[in-house]
Protein backbone atom coordinates (compact mmCIF):
# COMPACT_ATOMS: atom_id res chain seq x y z
CA UNK A 1 0.00 0.00 0.00
CA UNK A 2 0.91 3.75 -0.35
CA UNK A 3 1.29 5.87 2.24
CA UNK A 4 -1.88 7.20 1.62
CA UNK A 5 -3.78 4.06 2.40
CA UNK A 6 -1.53 2.52 5.05
CA UNK A 7 -2.09 5.86 7.61
CA UNK A 8 -5.67 4.51 7.27
CA UNK A 9 -5.50 1.11 7.25
CA UNK A 10 -2.65 -0.18 8.89
CA UNK A 11 -2.76 -1.39 12.38
CA UNK A 12 -6.22 -1.38 12.27
CA UNK A 13 -9.70 -4.21 11.96
CA UNK A 14 -7.49 -7.44 13.40
CA UNK A 15 -9.84 -10.49 12.00
CA UNK A 16 -10.73 -13.68 14.31
CA UNK A 17 -12.54 -15.94 13.35
CA UNK A 18 -16.23 -16.28 13.97
CA UNK A 19 -16.19 -12.73 15.54
CA UNK A 20 -17.37 -9.61 14.59
CA UNK A 21 -14.62 -6.78 13.69
CA UNK A 22 -14.77 -3.45 14.85
CA UNK A 23 -14.09 -0.93 11.36
CA UNK A 24 -11.93 1.29 14.34
CA UNK A 25 -9.15 0.33 16.76
CA UNK A 26 -11.12 -0.33 20.50
CA UNK A 27 -10.17 1.12 23.76
CA UNK A 28 -9.15 -1.12 25.92
CA UNK A 29 -8.58 0.32 29.50
CA UNK A 30 -7.82 -3.16 31.42
CA UNK A 31 -4.52 -2.67 33.27
CA UNK A 32 -4.52 -6.62 34.15
CA UNK A 33 -5.57 -9.26 31.92
CA UNK A 34 -5.82 -13.07 32.39
CA UNK A 35 -6.71 -16.59 30.43
CA UNK A 36 -8.68 -19.66 31.05
CA UNK A 37 -4.97 -21.39 31.89
CA UNK A 38 -2.46 -20.43 34.28
CA UNK A 39 0.16 -22.28 31.51
CA UNK A 40 -1.10 -19.45 28.97
CA UNK A 41 -0.33 -16.69 31.32
CA UNK A 42 3.07 -18.39 32.47
CA UNK A 43 4.00 -18.45 28.60
CA UNK A 44 2.65 -14.80 27.74
CA UNK A 45 4.51 -13.62 30.41
CA UNK A 46 7.84 -15.75 29.95
CA UNK A 47 7.46 -13.91 26.27
CA UNK A 48 7.11 -17.29 24.54
CA UNK A 49 3.45 -16.50 23.61
CA UNK A 50 2.04 -13.69 22.17
CA UNK A 51 -0.68 -12.02 24.80
CA UNK A 52 -1.73 -9.39 27.47
CA UNK A 53 -0.53 -9.52 30.70
CA UNK A 54 -0.21 -5.90 32.39
CA UNK A 55 -0.79 -2.89 31.00
CA UNK A 56 2.93 -1.67 31.57
CA UNK A 57 4.16 -4.44 29.24
CA UNK A 58 1.52 -4.01 26.35
CA UNK A 59 -2.28 -3.10 25.87
CA UNK A 60 -4.07 -4.12 22.68
CA UNK A 61 -4.84 -0.15 21.77
CA UNK A 62 -1.37 0.53 22.01
CA UNK A 63 -0.24 -1.98 19.74
CA UNK A 64 -2.43 -1.24 16.78
CA UNK A 65 -0.83 2.31 17.06
CA UNK A 66 2.45 0.85 17.45
CA UNK A 67 2.30 -1.34 14.36
CA UNK A 68 0.94 1.45 12.36
CA UNK A 69 3.89 3.49 13.12
CA UNK A 70 6.11 0.90 12.54
CA UNK A 71 4.56 0.33 8.79
CA UNK A 72 4.74 4.27 8.14
CA UNK A 73 8.12 4.22 9.10
CA UNK A 74 9.55 1.02 7.83
CA UNK A 75 11.18 -0.49 11.22
CA UNK A 76 10.59 -3.80 13.00
CA UNK A 77 9.37 -2.65 16.02
CA UNK A 78 7.76 0.58 17.89
CA UNK A 79 6.96 1.61 21.48
CA UNK A 80 4.31 4.51 22.32
CA UNK A 81 5.12 6.55 25.05
CA UNK A 82 4.07 9.32 27.33
CA UNK A 83 5.46 12.17 25.25
CA UNK A 84 7.95 13.08 22.64
CA UNK A 85 10.73 13.70 25.02
CA UNK A 86 10.43 10.16 26.92
CA UNK A 87 11.08 8.97 23.68
CA UNK A 88 14.09 10.38 23.12
CA UNK A 89 15.02 9.14 26.55
CA UNK A 90 14.32 5.20 25.81
CA UNK A 91 15.64 5.59 22.21
CA UNK A 92 19.21 7.06 23.79
CA UNK A 93 19.12 4.32 26.78
CA UNK A 94 18.40 1.60 24.22
CA UNK A 95 21.77 2.62 21.77
CA UNK A 96 23.86 3.13 25.06
CA UNK A 97 22.60 -0.05 26.59
CA UNK A 98 26.28 -2.04 25.40
CA UNK A 99 28.38 0.22 23.74
CA UNK A 100 30.29 3.12 24.94
CA UNK A 101 28.41 6.09 27.00
CA UNK A 102 29.63 8.62 24.80
CA UNK A 103 27.13 10.85 22.58
CA UNK A 104 27.63 12.75 19.15
CA UNK A 105 24.95 15.04 19.23
CA UNK A 106 23.82 18.03 16.57
CA UNK A 107 24.62 21.17 18.16
CA UNK A 108 21.05 21.95 16.58
CA UNK A 109 18.48 21.03 18.36
CA UNK A 110 15.60 21.14 20.62
CA UNK A 111 16.71 23.13 23.84
CA UNK A 112 14.30 20.25 25.58
CA UNK A 113 16.87 17.80 24.34
CA UNK A 114 20.37 19.56 24.49
CA UNK A 115 18.46 19.58 28.61
CA UNK A 116 17.96 15.92 28.70
CA UNK A 117 21.51 14.99 27.52
CA UNK A 118 23.23 17.45 29.77
CA UNK A 119 21.23 17.47 33.23
CA UNK A 120 20.07 13.76 33.04
CA UNK A 121 22.27 11.65 30.96
CA UNK A 122 25.29 13.74 32.00
CA UNK A 123 25.20 13.40 35.79
CA UNK A 124 24.93 9.46 34.91
CA UNK A 125 28.79 9.02 32.88
CA UNK A 126 26.92 10.11 29.12
CA UNK A 127 28.81 12.13 27.59
CA UNK A 128 28.36 14.45 24.68
CA UNK A 129 29.69 16.12 22.06
CA UNK A 130 27.87 18.34 20.14
CA UNK A 131 28.76 18.65 16.37
CA UNK A 132 27.56 20.60 13.07
CA UNK A 133 25.93 17.32 11.40
CA UNK A 134 26.27 19.27 7.99
CA UNK A 135 29.60 19.54 7.89
CA UNK A 136 30.64 15.53 7.23
CA UNK A 137 34.15 16.44 8.30
CA UNK A 138 33.31 17.42 11.57
CA UNK A 139 31.00 14.68 12.53
CA UNK A 140 33.85 12.13 10.99
CA UNK A 141 36.44 13.54 12.92
CA UNK A 142 34.13 13.69 16.13
CA UNK A 143 33.23 10.31 15.80
CA UNK A 144 37.37 9.45 15.83
CA UNK A 145 37.70 11.42 18.07
CA UNK A 146 35.38 10.37 20.73
CA UNK A 147 34.03 6.65 19.52
CA UNK A 148 30.63 7.50 20.71
CA UNK A 149 27.87 5.03 21.23
CA UNK A 150 25.17 6.55 19.83
CA UNK A 151 24.33 9.82 17.21
CA UNK A 152 21.91 12.05 17.62
CA UNK A 153 19.98 14.45 14.92
CA UNK A 154 16.89 15.97 13.96
CA UNK A 155 15.96 15.12 10.47
CA UNK A 156 15.10 18.74 10.12
CA UNK A 157 16.67 20.76 12.91
CA UNK A 158 14.80 22.72 14.90
CA UNK A 159 14.02 25.95 14.75
CA UNK A 160 16.34 26.59 11.74
CA UNK A 161 15.15 23.70 9.33
CA UNK A 162 18.70 22.56 8.23
CA UNK A 163 18.87 19.06 7.03
CA UNK A 164 21.94 16.70 7.14
CA UNK A 165 23.19 14.20 4.97
CA UNK A 166 21.61 11.46 7.10
CA UNK A 167 23.25 8.51 4.54
CA UNK A 168 26.39 9.13 4.82
CA UNK A 169 26.23 9.82 8.61
CA UNK A 170 24.33 5.84 8.57
CA UNK A 171 27.27 4.99 7.21
CA UNK A 172 29.66 6.53 9.42
CA UNK A 173 28.03 5.59 12.45
CA UNK A 174 27.84 1.79 11.05
CA UNK A 175 31.40 1.58 10.88
CA UNK A 176 31.83 3.20 13.97
CA UNK A 177 29.26 0.51 15.62
CA UNK A 178 27.63 3.30 17.06
CA UNK A 179 23.69 3.80 16.72
CA UNK A 180 22.08 6.48 14.66
CA UNK A 181 18.90 8.04 16.66
CA UNK A 182 16.83 10.11 14.54
CA UNK A 183 14.10 12.60 15.20
CA UNK A 184 11.35 12.96 12.79
CA UNK A 185 9.21 15.01 14.19
CA UNK A 186 9.22 17.44 12.09
CA UNK A 187 9.22 15.78 8.61
CA UNK A 188 7.35 13.20 9.66
CA UNK A 189 7.22 9.65 8.01
CA UNK A 190 5.66 11.26 4.82
CA UNK A 191 8.08 13.77 4.25
CA UNK A 192 11.20 11.43 5.31
CA UNK A 193 12.09 7.56 6.80
CA UNK A 194 15.19 7.81 8.41
CA UNK A 195 15.29 4.18 9.02
CA UNK A 196 15.09 3.71 5.02
CA UNK A 197 18.38 5.83 5.09
CA UNK A 198 20.48 4.00 7.79
CA UNK A 199 19.27 5.21 11.09
CA UNK A 200 18.61 2.46 13.80
CA UNK A 201 16.09 4.24 15.93
CA UNK A 202 13.97 6.90 14.95
CA UNK A 203 11.55 8.81 17.52
CA UNK A 204 8.18 11.15 17.45
CA UNK A 205 7.20 13.55 19.31
CA UNK A 206 3.38 11.83 18.35
CA UNK A 207 1.70 15.23 19.72
CA UNK A 208 2.72 16.84 16.52
CA UNK A 209 2.07 15.75 13.42
CA UNK A 210 0.95 12.15 13.69
CA UNK A 211 -2.10 13.04 16.36
CA UNK A 212 -2.44 16.47 14.62
CA UNK A 213 -5.06 17.77 16.83
CA UNK A 214 -3.64 19.36 19.83
CA UNK A 215 -5.14 17.14 22.39
CA UNK A 216 -2.49 14.57 22.97
CA UNK A 217 0.09 14.14 24.71
CA UNK A 218 2.60 11.36 23.64
CA UNK A 219 5.95 9.88 21.56
CA UNK A 220 6.86 7.37 19.63
CA UNK A 221 9.92 4.95 19.08
CA UNK A 222 10.19 3.04 15.98
CA UNK A 223 13.58 0.62 16.04
CA UNK A 224 15.33 -1.70 13.69
CA UNK A 225 15.59 -5.27 14.48
CA UNK A 226 18.52 -4.58 16.43
CA UNK A 227 17.30 -1.90 19.18
CA UNK A 228 13.63 -3.03 19.27
CA UNK A 229 13.81 -5.82 21.83
CA UNK A 230 15.90 -3.05 24.11
CA UNK A 231 13.42 -0.73 23.61
CA UNK A 232 10.76 -2.92 24.60
CA UNK A 233 12.99 -4.29 27.71
CA UNK A 234 13.18 -0.84 29.00
CA UNK A 235 9.94 0.20 28.81
CA UNK A 236 8.71 -2.97 30.51
CA UNK A 237 11.11 -1.63 33.34
CA UNK A 238 10.74 1.48 33.40
CA UNK A 239 6.66 2.01 32.06
CA UNK A 240 6.83 5.65 30.34
CA UNK A 241 3.69 3.76 27.88
CA UNK A 242 1.11 5.90 26.61
CA UNK A 243 -2.55 5.44 27.80
CA UNK A 244 -4.95 3.71 25.65
CA UNK A 245 -7.87 6.84 25.02
CA UNK A 246 -4.16 8.64 23.94
CA UNK A 247 -3.32 5.74 21.76
CA UNK A 248 -6.67 5.60 20.59
CA UNK A 249 -6.66 9.42 19.89
CA UNK A 250 -3.48 9.34 17.88
CA UNK A 251 -4.00 6.68 16.07
CA UNK A 252 -7.26 8.37 14.90
CA UNK A 253 -5.11 11.26 14.05
CA UNK A 254 -2.89 9.10 11.92
CA UNK A 255 -5.83 8.79 9.80
CA UNK A 256 -5.65 12.11 8.18
CA UNK A 257 -2.00 12.80 8.66
CA UNK A 258 -1.68 12.69 4.47
CA UNK A 259 -4.60 15.00 3.81
CA UNK A 260 -3.57 17.59 7.15
CA UNK A 261 0.65 17.32 5.94
CA UNK A 262 0.19 18.08 2.26
CA UNK A 263 -2.01 21.16 2.86
CA UNK A 264 0.64 22.10 5.90
CA UNK A 265 3.29 22.21 3.26
CA UNK A 266 1.74 23.46 1.02
CA UNK A 267 0.42 26.85 3.29
CA UNK A 268 4.16 26.87 4.39
CA UNK A 269 5.15 27.63 0.93
CA UNK A 270 3.30 30.27 0.59
CA UNK A 271 3.60 31.80 3.67
CA UNK A 272 7.73 31.59 3.10
CA UNK A 273 7.50 33.33 -0.16
CA UNK A 274 4.91 35.61 0.53
CA UNK A 275 7.20 36.41 3.71
CA UNK A 276 10.40 36.44 1.60
CA UNK A 277 9.51 40.06 0.01
CA UNK A 278 7.71 41.33 2.98
CA UNK A 279 9.41 44.85 3.82
CA UNK A 280 9.29 44.10 7.48
CA UNK A 281 11.34 40.55 6.96
CA UNK A 282 15.08 40.66 7.44
CA UNK A 283 15.44 36.40 6.64
CA UNK A 284 13.38 33.57 5.85
CA UNK A 285 13.94 29.66 6.71
CA UNK A 286 12.43 27.34 4.31
CA UNK A 287 13.20 24.36 2.83
CA UNK A 288 12.06 25.33 -0.84
CA UNK A 289 14.16 27.66 -0.95
CA UNK A 290 16.76 26.99 -3.80
CA UNK A 291 19.93 28.92 -1.52
CA UNK A 292 19.20 26.90 1.00
CA UNK A 293 22.85 25.72 2.57
CA UNK A 294 21.22 22.01 2.37
CA UNK A 295 19.64 21.76 -0.99
CA UNK A 296 21.23 19.02 -2.16
CA UNK A 297 20.42 16.89 0.92
CA UNK A 298 16.26 18.15 0.11
CA UNK A 299 16.30 16.77 -2.55
CA UNK A 300 17.38 13.54 -2.21
CA UNK A 301 16.05 12.75 0.73
CA UNK A 302 12.28 14.96 0.59
CA UNK A 303 9.42 13.04 -1.12
CA UNK A 304 8.91 15.10 -4.19
CA UNK A 305 7.26 18.53 -3.39
CA UNK A 306 6.98 18.20 0.01
CA UNK A 307 9.02 20.82 1.89
CA UNK A 308 7.75 20.70 5.10
CA UNK A 309 4.97 22.48 7.32
CA UNK A 310 7.57 24.77 9.58
CA UNK A 311 9.25 27.68 8.43
CA UNK A 312 11.07 30.38 10.61
CA UNK A 313 12.18 34.13 10.13
CA UNK A 314 13.62 37.33 11.49
CA UNK A 315 11.78 40.51 11.89
CA UNK A 316 13.88 43.56 10.96
CA UNK A 317 15.39 45.35 13.71
CA UNK A 318 12.71 43.38 16.13
CA UNK A 319 13.44 43.37 20.04
CA UNK A 320 12.04 40.53 22.41
CA UNK A 321 9.54 43.60 23.63
CA UNK A 322 8.50 44.11 20.18
CA UNK A 323 8.16 40.15 18.76
CA UNK A 324 5.81 39.88 21.81
CA UNK A 325 3.81 42.70 21.18
CA UNK A 326 3.18 41.18 17.66
CA UNK A 327 2.48 37.82 19.25
CA UNK A 328 -0.46 39.67 21.14
CA UNK A 329 -1.60 41.01 17.39
CA UNK A 330 -2.07 37.94 16.26
CA UNK A 331 -6.35 36.97 16.06
CA UNK A 332 -6.02 33.70 14.34
CA UNK A 333 -2.84 32.30 14.41
CA UNK A 334 -2.04 30.81 17.76
CA UNK A 335 1.22 31.94 19.99
CA UNK A 336 1.80 28.64 21.65
CA UNK A 337 4.69 26.36 22.03
CA UNK A 338 3.71 23.30 20.38
CA UNK A 339 3.64 22.58 16.23
CA UNK A 340 1.93 19.80 14.03
CA UNK A 341 -2.08 21.17 14.76
CA UNK A 342 -4.57 21.48 12.33
CA UNK A 343 -4.29 25.40 13.21
CA UNK A 344 -1.42 27.56 12.69
CA UNK A 345 0.86 27.95 15.23
CA UNK A 346 3.63 30.92 16.46
CA UNK A 347 6.70 30.35 18.84
CA UNK A 348 9.21 32.34 19.71
CA UNK A 349 12.28 30.08 20.65
CA UNK A 350 13.87 33.00 23.26
CA UNK A 351 10.75 32.32 25.39
CA UNK A 352 9.88 28.58 24.61
CA UNK A 353 12.06 25.90 22.64
CA UNK A 354 15.28 27.41 23.48
CA UNK A 355 14.53 29.17 26.51
CA UNK A 356 17.18 27.55 29.09
CA UNK A 357 19.89 27.31 26.29
CA UNK A 358 22.28 30.24 27.34
CA UNK A 359 22.70 33.12 25.39
CA UNK A 360 26.31 32.21 23.60
CA UNK A 361 24.97 28.92 22.77
CA UNK A 362 21.65 30.17 21.28
CA UNK A 363 23.96 32.57 19.17
CA UNK A 364 26.24 29.89 18.00
CA UNK A 365 22.83 28.11 17.22
CA UNK A 366 21.57 31.08 15.07
CA UNK A 367 18.90 31.99 16.85
CA UNK A 368 18.62 35.30 17.40
CA UNK A 369 16.48 37.87 19.38
CA UNK A 370 14.37 38.60 16.13
CA UNK A 371 13.50 35.13 14.92
CA UNK A 372 10.27 33.34 15.07
CA UNK A 373 9.32 30.25 13.96
CA UNK A 374 5.44 29.32 12.09
CA UNK A 375 4.06 25.71 12.22
CA UNK A 376 1.42 26.17 9.37
CA UNK A 377 -1.67 24.72 9.95
CA UNK A 378 -4.80 23.66 7.28
CA UNK A 379 -6.59 27.40 7.06
CA UNK A 380 -6.83 29.20 4.28
CA UNK A 381 -3.85 31.02 3.02
CA UNK A 382 -4.98 33.55 2.44
CA UNK A 383 -6.42 33.82 6.37
CA UNK A 384 -2.95 33.28 7.88
CA UNK A 385 -1.12 35.71 5.37
CA UNK A 386 -3.92 38.22 6.49
CA UNK A 387 -3.47 38.10 10.64
CA UNK A 388 0.49 38.00 9.92
CA UNK A 389 0.50 40.83 7.77
CA UNK A 390 -1.93 42.98 10.25
CA UNK A 391 0.23 42.25 13.11
CA UNK A 392 3.78 42.85 11.75
CA UNK A 393 2.38 46.10 10.25
CA UNK A 394 2.38 47.83 14.25
CA UNK A 395 6.31 46.62 14.67
Known amino acids: MKFESQVVHAGDRKRRKGLAVPSTTPINLATTYFYESAAILDRVLGHEEDGFSYGRYSNPTNVALEELCTELEHGRGSLA ?69 CIFLESVSNPLLRVADLEKIGQMAKQADAALVVDNTFASPMQMRPLKLGANIVVHSATKYLAGHGDVLGGIVVSDETHAEPVR ?72 DLFGAILSFEIRDASKQSILGFMDRLKMVVPGTSLGDVHTLLLYPLIASHRNISPKMRERMGIRENLVRVAAGIEASEDIVADLDQALRSI
Open 81 to 149: TASGMAAIQIALQAALLDRPHHVVASNSIYGATIGLLDQVFGPFGVEVTYVDVCNLSAVETAIAKNKPG
Open 233 to 304: MLSRLIGPVLGPFESYLTMRGIKTLALRFERQCKNARILAEWLSSHPRIERVYYCSDPNHPDACNIKKFFAP
